[in-house]
């Protein structure tokens, strides 16, 4: 299906006066800024604008501009439904089942696999984060910008490259970012806030992994288990980028983080270094899904099973072993 154009999108939301903005589940960087970012535009235009997450709603994100508001607002009655950041209504759990309800809805995404089931869509799967189209729509269609946006925006930026390590990289990758700071974004203190403000349980818990590495050819792999998370009475939100530690190997290619949240629950975040090696498609064949360098899933089994039977799927999918 056809994209719209993003001055099309940005006549919808100058057209109506209030807007439901959702993001997925297990909210990331990226999907925290550009529910916010956009929204604050939105509210600039005196829009009525509330926030939807899937809960639990990740504390590492506090700092950024009406996350307090986040689920707070009721859904009913709102003119336009939009959702940022993820491929299929799916990703919102529960809140799938609102989405359709709307008699407007919107869809802006940067995932190649996302199957454009909004009323308008635009995606766009070279883009660095779902916050550069953010700047992009705001920058084609005259929405307001200021810094509490910027550093919305710019902390979707920062946390989908990896701080610009991963190979999503590219030139408008770093045009965007020097643009948002032009408009008041604050690299050092959303750096701060992000990567140098670690809970007890999180360095505990990347003690653990970090210790239990496993090679095998070119994949480097670790796990925590469900003991591990309660003996720290930890929670998900702890093992937030343990798998990058994991990808720093050297001679790795494939990096795998394998979490168990629940008894036959085991989340899973994949990592490659090189351009031409697509975890996502390894994320796929589980129902999850990302990009070709950082991706996720859930396996619904014994933590056991799901490190073999994950291991046995990237040395198949990427190696054709």
């Known amino acids: 299906m056809r994209n719209q154009s993003l001055i099309e999108i940005g006549n919808v939301l100058k057209k109506y006066e209030s807007f439901a903005i959702f993001s997925h589940a297990n909210a990331d960087g990226d999907a925290f800024g550009s529910i916010l970012g956009l929204g604050m535009s939105l509210k600039h235009l005196d829009k009525k604008v ?6 639990p709603v990740p504390k590492a994100f506090a700092f950024l501009r009406d996350y307090d508001l986040i689920n707070k607002a009721h859904i009913n009655g709102t003119d336009v439904g939009i959702l940022l950041d993820a ?6 759990n529960e809140f799938g089942k609102h989405f359709n309800t709307f008699p407007v809805t919107i869809n802006i995404d940067h995932h190649i696999t996302n199957n454009h089931f909004a009323t308008y869509n635009y995606v766009d799967e070279n883009a660095a984060s779902t916050t550069s189209i953010i700047l992009e729509l705001i920058e084609k269609t005259n929405l307001p910008i200021d810094k509490d946006i910027s550093n919305a925006l710019y902390t979707g930026l920062i946390t989908d490259t990896g701080s610009f390590h991963y190979a999503n990289v590219n030139e408008n990758a770093f045009l965007t970012a020097a643009k948002l700071v032009k408009y008041g974004a604050e690299p050092a203190y959303i750096a701060r806030e992000i990567f140098e403000e670690d809970t007890p349980a999180h360095l505990k818990l990347a ?5 239990r590495i496993t090679i095998k050819g070119k994949i480097v792999f670790s796990y925590i288990s469900l003991k591990d998370m309660n003996e720290l009475n930890a929670t998900e939100e ?10 720093k190997y050297k001679g790795a290619e494939v ?12 989340r ?7 351009k031409n090696i697509s975890v996502k498609e390894v994320a796929v064949m589980f129902g999850g899904g990302g990009h070709n360098a950082a991706a996720g899933c859930t396996v619904h089994t014994s933590l056991y099973e799901a490190i073999k039977s994950v291991i046995a799927a990237v040395q198949e999918k990427v190696y054709g072993i």
């Open 50 to 55: 509330s926030y939807f997450l899937p809960e």
């Open 268 to 274: 899973v975040s994949l990592r490659s270094k090189e």
């Open 207 to 211: 003690g653990i992994a970090l210790e």
């Open 255 to 266: 990096a795998i983080l394998f979490k168990e949240v629940k008894e036959d629950e085991v």
């Open 87 to 92: 491929s299929d209504i799916d990703r919102i």
């Open 238 to 247: 702890d093992t937030e980028g343990i798998v990058d530690l994991i990808r």
